[in-house]
């Protein structure tokens, strides 16, 4: 399938690693001009060297490094046209009433805050030209609360619920707000929270119905259709991508 990206903007947030990589890697496949963010500038620019895109150093956390980011990347690229709202999980805890109020406060910063104030620079202009698509990689946290994962619980549901109003708003402009709902991905957060990625796999096999771990790589693809010109009529939308873990429908 022809995704109709050839040549489109596309900024991907915390794209150093993980499932924000992968995302990256499969946009630029499809011929979109990728600027990739991470906290990291090293490890921004090895990803962008990798897929012959362009890195820029971005801390979610940082609400006032937005402007700068945004103009940074219209400069060198153009106009944006895809956004991938993406960003490492916030702390894990088992008491849910653990969390320190600056965690809180982090959290919806990260989560939120954040991605909010990106659409306010980038989306005026997605409806101005008539084609935009904004992709959040979420969590099945947003639907179905996960024990130890308390802030994004609290949280993930929050911007969904965002951008689902903003899909109303915006649909017949050509822009679409959609996300992607991981379930247990094989990546360096679920292995450190597990206690390995062998642990991991081994819960995986007990628990998620499909018997196994997804990968980056069924995330990313996943992603890249929502992005997609052929997507454009699904819009507040949030595709599971979990193996057939939540139970909720």
């Not at 940074?72 to 805890?93: C, K, M, Q």
């Not at 992607?180 to 360096?188: N, S």
Request: aromatic content about 4%; hydrophobic content about 45%; glycine content about 12%.
């Amino acid at each position: 399938m022809d995704l109709g990206l050839d040549g489109r903007v596309a900024l991907v947030t915390g794209a150093s690693r993980g499932i924000g990589r992968g995302i990256a890697e499969v946009l630029a496949r499809e011929g979109a001009h990728v600027a990739v963010t991470s906290r990291s500038a090293d490890a921004a620019a090895a990803v962008a060297d990798t897929i012959k895109g362009r890195a820029y150093t971005f801390d979610s956390d940082d609400l006032g490094a937005v402007d700068g980011l945004v103009a940074a990347v219209e400069r060198d690229f153009g106009p944006i046209d895809v956004y991938v709202a993406n960003t490492g999980g916030p702390p894990v805890g088992a008491d849910p009433l653990g969390f320190s109020d600056e965690e809180w406060v982090a959290a919806h910063r990260t989560l939120i805050l954040s991605p909010m104030a990106i659409l306010r620079r980038v989306l005026p202009g997605m409806r101005e030209r008539g084609f935009g698509r904004v992709v959040a990689v979420s969590s099945t946290a947003a639907v179905e609360p996960i024990r130890g994962l308390q802030l994004s619980n609290a949280h993930r549901p929050g911007l969904l619920n965002a951008f689902k109003h903003l899909a109303q708003e915006t649909a017949a402009d050509g822009v679409t707000f959609n996300a992607v709902l991981p379930g247990r991905i094989a990546t360096d957060r679920i292995a450190a929270n597990a206690g390995g990625m062998e642990a991991a796999e081994a819960l995986a096999r007990e628990q998620v119905p499909a018997g196994r771990l997804g990968t980056v790589e069924e995330i990313a693809a996943a992603a890249a259709f929502l992005c997609s010109a052929p997507a454009g009529y699904v819009t507040g939308a949030s595709l599971r991508v979990d193996g057939g873990l939540t139970r909720s429908w």
